[in-house]
């Protein structure tokens, strides 16, 4: 057996509910070839879906499984690769490594990116080998999932989530387009949250008009403003929702109810007050309305 030297250390995220075979087989063969070995877990201050788990309960993870064998250190993501390998390299000698340095990692998301001092080799495995989410049916203490769910809502950052709203007019601005869900008596503006594939928040309006109101022909959108909702669901939540409300008219098409809506109507401007709308939207009734008297004015 070669003679273990220097120091090799791994670098990776390990965003996994448990370490397996796989994993212990690679620190196994990086302790049989060097005198000292660590791990960097890299970190995104972003919590999503390929980044679920913090550093501490990582950090954890691998005391658990090695017994303390292993050094293990946090390295934060940056937005450039090279400054990014210069502040890896700074944590490095921050150890007090010894004999020659040795980095291994993907090579995607590591070898490739990394242009510091130290050689860097990828590591010989396969993403089919690390172990998939859990499922319930296989958990064996459900208490501690639990723990770690409400332990992961607690320590994630606030969610602003973004939505959009829209005012269509007819008849020279004297009546607007209003929406009723099918477990509401009051009305609201037809919208909902925007998606990830929206190239824009104008395109999300367009997406959700069509689908609550159907095939519709409108002229352009005219931006009316934004405001924090105070939607119900989110009384108790760290999370809240900021709508921006948009305007236009309608050239061509019969509005008809759909997706999450029962009824869609005209309502004649003279005689519309907030009272008519879900508490959630009021603000949106103010924004319209300040929009109309500005109109006015300038016609004036």
Sequence with gaps: ??????????????????????????????????????????????????????????????????????RVEEMPDLPDDRIWSQELDRRILEIRPEGTVTLYGTRENFVDRYSGRYTAEVLEAQEEDFPEEPELSTLNNLRDFRAGMIYANIRRFPTVYPTVDIAV????????????????????????????????????????????????????????GSCKIDDWRYHDAFDSIMTHLYACTLVDGKPAPNDDIAEVQWFDLEHLTEELFVPEHRPLFEIMMDYLEEMDEEED
């Design 169 to 224: 007019f007819r008849n020279d601005y004297t009546e607007v387009l209003l929406a009723r869900k099918a477990n509401e008596t009051r009305y609201r503006f037809p919208g909902g949250f925007t998606d990830p594939s929206d190239p824009s928040y104008e395109d999300a309006v367009l997406r959700e008009l069509g689908e609550e109101c159907g095939e519709l022909t409108i002229d352009e959108l005219t931006y009316l």
């Design 1 to 70: 057996m070669p003679k273990k030297s220097g120091t090799g250390i791994i670098i990776g995220r390990f965003q996994v509910f448990e370490l397996n075979k796989v994993h212990a087989s690679l620190i196994t063969t990086m302790q049989q070839k060097h005198s000292h070995v660590a791990a960097f877990l890299t970190s995104n201050p972003a919590p999503g879906l390929h980044n679920p788990l913090d550093f501490e309960l990582r950090r954890l993870m691998f005391e658990e499984k090695f017994k303390g064998k292993l």
